[in-house]
T-cell receptor, first 115, second 113 residues
């Protein structure tokens, strides 16, 4: 049963520290998404990639967030420096998109707490 | 702009009752897809159903059914004979642009045994 995996599952850090979250998409999927979930804003799209190329990262604060796909099996989301307002659950999702639109499959999320 | 509205924030039902979740979407796209996802207490988002905009036939899949009405931009979701395991947050979503999804705020469903 193929699944999206994310590490770490939980992260507690202090303000100003660097945070790196990792995602392994489902093998064969060509599109990877990063979302952030908070009580106030709900689910927000931060960035996404198609065939490892960034398509849109307009949802991310550019000065502190960065997203990359070093290879087809790894996507990373980095926050430097972290701030308390970054506390949220960060989800990675992947999907196979061709002519039709197919569903996105979500990972278990990384719960980030910035003190 | 893409917008998905789920008006009911929390819905409580007694086990075996049916529960219907309302979803209204706004889109400028002529072709789009609509989804329902479930987020149980464990936190993972689970895909439930997908419907494309050019097929308004309503369907039933097990205890799930959905009612898509393009004329009113609504995509409602029903769980029949609810069970405690159905307790979760349910999200409606609409596709836009290049395979992106806009999510509603979610409906918290509580099934009381």
């Amino acid at each position: 049963d193929a699944r999206v995996t994310q590490t770490p599952r939980d992260k507690v850090t202090e303000m100003g520290q660097e945070v790196t979250m990792r995602c392994q998409p489902i093998l064969g999927h060509n599109t990877v998404f990063w979302y952030r979930q908070t009580m106030m804003q709900g689910l927000e799209l931060l960035a996404y990639f198609r065939n490892r190329a960034p398509l849109d990262d307009s949802g991310m604060p550019k000065d502190r967030f960065s997203a990359e796909m070093p290879d087809a099996t790894l996507a990373t989301l980095k926050i430097q420096p972290s701030e308390p307002r970054d506390s949220a659950v960060y989800f990675c999702a992947s999907g196979l998109f061709t002519m039709a639109y197919n569903e996105q499959f979500f990972g278990p999320g990384t719960r980030l707490t910035v003190l | 702009a893409q917008k998905v509205t789920q008006a009911q924030t929390e819905i409580s039902v007694v086990e075996k009752e049916d529960v219907t979740l309302d979803c209204v979407y706004e889109t400028r796209d002529t072709t789009y897809y609509l989804f329902w996802y479930k987020q149980p207490p464990s936190g993972e988002l689970v895909f439930l159903i997908r419907r494309n905009s050019f097929d308004e036939q309503n369907e039933i899949s097990g205890r799930y059914s959905w009612n898509f009405q393009k004329s009113t931009s609504s995509f409602n979701f029903t769980i029949t004979a609810s069970q405690v395991v159905d307790s979760a947050v349910y999200f409606c979503a609409s596709s836009y642009g290049n395979n992106r999804l806009a999510f509603g705020k979610g409906n918290q469903v509580v099934v009381i045994p």
